[in-house]
């Protein structure tokens, strides 16, 4: 009994660990795909260039490697699921980043895509194709979005070093890891809870509250002279 007791603490701590490493890694894919997306934005652009071309490369590899790890870690979290009632809620609190992380994916896809269809656009192979890129008059904020790429870390980066492919391929093995992941572990989105408030995310609650607790409604500040409504993106900036 005892031998069996101390054999299911460990292994709930063993999961904590994995659990705790998943979300670390999760924050940092967040952060990676951001600036990747920042990134991507200067394409065809008159910051455009091989330093630009060469960050991104380096972001979406950082990227890569985390999705490798923090794929197989939440399939080997959400197969050695028990029915006890603590590896249940366990296994919900697996579902919720499993579900971000596909999501994730998807956007970071997506990013992909249009970062491969602007390279085409704007090959950059010899000097006379910088005539084609457009003017926009920004030059600058590629080493700031670098910079932010340069201080993510995840927990096993260091361990598991793998050749990165190129764009092309890149796209075509998250294509491939997101429809394995999807038929090994057929979670419906809709029946995976939130644990946070709607718009707990993007202001914290202190936010909410003093928005509860304040004067005007989020319905009245939406409400324009004579009785119009303004558009909620006019709200949040307000706010």
């Known amino acids: 009994m005892t031998s069996r007791w101390r054999r299911s603490v460990g292994e709930l701590a063993l999961r904590g660990r994995q659990r705790g490493e998943c979300e670390r890694a999760q924050e940092a894919l967040g952060r990676v795909t951001s600036c990747f997306q920042q990134l991507a934005v200067s394409l065809g652009s008159s910051a455009d260039g091989s330093f630009l071309r060469d960050e991104m ?30 590896i249940v809620e366990d296994r919900q609190v697996s579902e919720r980043m499993w579900v971000l992380f596909l999501s994730a994916l998807e956007h970071f896809l997506s990013d992909l895509r249009k970062a491969y269809d602007l390279i085409g656009r704007f090959p950059l192979r010899q000097r006379n194709d910088r005539r084609s890129l457009v003017n926009t008059g920004c030059m600058d904020g590629v080493v700031a979005v670098a910079a932010r790429v340069a201080s993510v870390q995840a927990p096993w980066l260091t361990m ?25 572990v057929p979670v419906a989105f809709w029946s995976v809870e939130a644990t946070q408030l709607a718009g707990a995310e993007c202001g914290g609650l202190e ?13 009245e500040l939406m409400e324009g002279e004579g009785g119009s409504r303004r558009p909620a993106c006019c709200c949040l900036t307000c706010v």
């Open 57 to 86: 490369d380096e972001t979406r590899h950082l990227a890569q490697r985390i999705c490798r790890g923090l794929s197989r870690r939440l399939l080997r979290l959400l197969s050695d699921c028990g029915p006890a009632p603590s």
């Open 207 to 219: 936010g909410l509250e003093g928005l509860q607790e304040g004067e005007d409604s989020l319905e």
């Open 160 to 184: 598991e070093e793998e050749q990165s492919p190129d764009l092309t391929n890149h796209i075509a093995e998250l294509e491939a890891m997101l429809s394995e992941m999807q038929l090994r």
